[in-house]
């Protein structure tokens, strides 16, 4: 089953967002499968968002995510990557629609509350740089033929 990794970002943690985000993931049907809070170092935050070295904002951005502890959460379930994807609109929260995280609940790129995979390569790569194996549960719901048709 497909897996996503999701970041309620330091400023959803200042900013008492982070049960809001958690909550309207859990509402699209995903299955929570792992949560944690984590402080996360220079090295880390590098490598995390790795792709984006050499960008103009990759400084300010690896700062603002080793600023404060987030919480990070692995969410389980069909195109898992692409609903949680939508559930948080676009990067640029003037750009994300109402009914988004983002687009309700922020107003800045460099602030936009939340992080999501962007494909499942790379949500199986960020899922194994937070979590060891033993911290994904695995455990079945008794209501998922009401969320899942088979
Ligand atoms: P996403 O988080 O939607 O996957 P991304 O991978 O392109 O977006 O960028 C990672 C983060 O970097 C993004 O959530 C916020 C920050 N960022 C991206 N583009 C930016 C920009 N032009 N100015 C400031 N921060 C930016
Ligand atoms: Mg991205």
Redesign the pocket.
């Known amino acids: 089953m497909e897996r996503t990794l999701v970041l309620a970002k330091p400023d959803a943690v200042q900013r008492g967002l982070v049960g809001e985000i958690i909550s309207r993931l859990e509402g699209t049907g995903l299955k929570l499968v792992a949560l944690k809070m984590v402080w996360m170092d220079t090295e880390m935050a590098r490598r995390h968002?790795g792709?984006?070295r050499g960008?103009?904002?990759f400084d300010?951005?690896v700062q603002f995510i080793t600023s404060c502890p987030l919480v990070a959460a692995v969410f389980e379930g069909p195109k898992a990557v692409e609903i949680a994807?939508k559930a948080?609109g676009?990067?640029?929260p003037a750009r994300a629609p109402s009914g988004t995280i983002r687009g309700d609940l922020a107003l800045d790129?460099?602030r936009?509350i939340?992080?999501?995979s962007?494909s499942v390569e790379n949500a199986e790569q960020e899922i194994s740089l937070f979590f060891k194996p033993e911290e994904l549960f695995s455990y079945e719901r008794q209501i998922k033929p009401w969320i899942i048709e088979s």
């Open positions: 968002y792709i984006h960008k103009p904002f300010g951005l994807r948080m676009d990067t640029d790129i460099g936009n939340v992080h999501g962007d």
